[in-house]
T-cell receptor, first 112, second 112 residues
Framework: GQQVMQIPQYQHVQEGEDFTTYCNSS?????IQWYKQRPGGHPVFLIQ?????EVKKQKRLTFQFGEAKKNSSLHITATQTTDVGTYFC????????????FGTGTRLQVTL | NAGVTQTPKFQVLKTGQSMTLQCAQD?????MYWYRQDPGMGLRLIYY???????DKGEVPNGYNVSRLNKREFSLRLESAAPSQTSVYFC???????????FGSGTRLTVV
């Protein structure tokens, strides 16, 4: 079945350092979405990318969708303690427009 | 706006007991989903309802049943709870399938 993998599984950075998580799908995706889950919280939708090679920015966050539409990345510039949490990518399951497959997630820890 | 409301927030069950997790959304969304989240396993889809009156199985449906009571409400039932069903359960909704899920705050279920 379709698999969506993320690397790294966990990253610990000092506040002010940059952070990148990578998302790779075993199949081509019609779109890719990113979610953030704070510790003890629930996933919150951040953004959707649709076009091949698309790049979107939200303040210090930069999202990119690969040219082949099978991979994506989230880059955070100058991390802050408020960035702590787990970041998930998600894409529609192959053959259906009705449900998402979530990636395995990258847990980010930021310390002062 | 309440968004997606899940009840209860916490529950402890004995093996073999049954219970229903409730989910309601007030955003007039068409699609609703039930996920479970286990450490290191990400979010796995249990059941979903692409629109009112329809339900379908996800990745891990065994041991669960669902009811889309109306457009607002989507319940998840455990008929005979097992320790393997200890997890955090999230309900989510979206206006259209596979776009921008809004998640509830989750139900933390322990089966002993």
């Amino acid at each position: 079945g379709q698999q969506v993998m993320q690397i790294p599984q966990y990253q610990h950075v000092q506040e002010g350092e940059d952070f990148t998580t990578y998302c790779n799908s075993s199949t081509t995706l019609s779109n890719i979405q990113w979610y953030k889950q704070r510790p003890g919280g629930h996933p919150v939708f951040l953004i959707q990318l649709v076009k091949s090679g698309e790049v979107k920015k939200q303040k210090r966050l930069t999202f990119q969708f690969g040219e082949a539409k099978k991979n994506s990345s989230l880059h955070i510039t100058a991390t802050q303690t408020t960035d702590v949490g787990t970041y998930f990518c998600a894409g529609p399951q192959t053959g259906t427009a009705s449900k998402l497959t979530f990636g395995t997630g990258t847990r980010l820890q930021v310390t002062l | 706006n309440a968004g997606v409301t899940q009840t209860p927030k916490f529950q402890v069950l004995k093996t073999g007991q049954s219970m229903t997790l409730q989910c309601a959304q007030d955003m007039n969304h068409n699609s609703m989903y039930w996920y479970r989240q286990d450490p290191g396993m990400g979010l796995r889809l249990i059941y979903y309802s692409a629109s009112e009156g329809t339900t379908d199985k996800g990745e891990v449906p065994n041991g669960y049943n669902v009811s889309r009571l109306n457009k607002r409400e989507f319940s998840l039932r455990l008929e005979s709870a097992a320790p393997s069903q200890t997890s955090v359960y999230f309900c989510a909704s979206s206006e259209v399938p596979t776009y921008g899920y809004t998640f509830g705050s989750g139900t933390r279920l322990t089966v002993v």
